[in-house]
């Protein structure tokens, strides 16, 4: 999980919420600073605690108290969550050419007078526009030719 107890209340807040009082004692993480520093032995005395229940559990309770906190995901559990279904952010192909089977591609995540951009069509299949953007750079048809026969594009 991610916790980011940044501001010294954050930090004892978190601490206390742990049950972690001795550690808001320990010399290496008097600060912001010597927290940053002593990341990694402050990272694992926090994991001895933070182990007893799931990240979401955690994450709830701390942020009900004013420390950021959150479960890191999955890409699957990310892409299945309902802020991506409310933001419209998959779009799915029927049938994608050169694929054979319903594709599910990511959109854009922002907005442009409140509409995201529109994605009307699939990725096109690998090397359709091999022509066109190998022939920019001066490549003829023959040395395209052999490039593809050498396994190259």
Known sequence: MNIAANKDEQWVSLARHLGRDDLLDHP??????????????????????LKARPAEDWANALNRIGVPA??????????ASPQVADRGML???PDAEGVGRDITVVRTGVTFDGKAPAVDTPPPPLGAHNAEIFGGLGLSAAELDCLAQNGAI
């Open 28 to 49: 290496d993480y008097a600060t912001r600073e010597l927290r940053k520093k002593n990341r990694l032995a402050l990272r694992e005395a926090l994991e001895q605690t």
């Open 70 to 79: 959150g479960a890191m995901l999955t890409l699957p559990q990310i892409l």
């Open 91 to 93: 779009g799915t192909f």
